[in-house]
């Protein structure tokens, strides 16, 4: 039986106090090259950038299934065939996670969002999820390593 989908705190200030932080500098660095090139990169700047947004989802990824949700943050098909395999497979068993759900609302809004903001002000386009990755991990209360050793010599 596995246990009901709700994301806490706890879960993530366990599981990713090292690799969120981590994920906020490298979109932060993306958000700068974004922003340096007035959302307009060259060849070069645009490989650089999309390959540091793609770490960047990696971690969010990898931090999501380390706390142990069954969504996927990077991708929409993976979710709603994890959503739908849960509906098939239900026989009685608890409703698919409500983070599925949320995320097949969610995912196309911020689509829309992004579209808008890259036809009206492409120049802060990646500003919006730095600030949505700075809050979280404020809200995490990030504190360092975990496992019992301060950090530094």
Known sequence: MS??????????ARD????????????????AGWVAT????????QLLIVSATAVAMGMQSAAVQAAGIPVSTTYLTGTLTGLVTGLVRRNGRPAPPRA???ALIAMPCGAAIGGV???FEPRIVL??????????????????????HEAGP
Do not use: Q
């Open 3 to 12: 246990r009901p989908c709700r994301l806490r705190r706890r879960d993530l």
């Open 100 to 102: 599925a759900l949320a």
């Open 38 to 45: 007035s959302g307009d990169p060259g060849n070069t700047a």
């Open 117 to 119: 903001m890259l036809r």
């Open 16 to 31: 990713d106090r090292g690799s969120a932080p981590v994920e906020l500098a490298v979109l932060a660095a993306a958000t």
């Open 127 to 148: 500003v919006i999820p730095l600030v949505l990755l700075g809050i979280v991990v404020a809200l995490m209360g990030w504190k360092g390593p975990t496992d019992g």
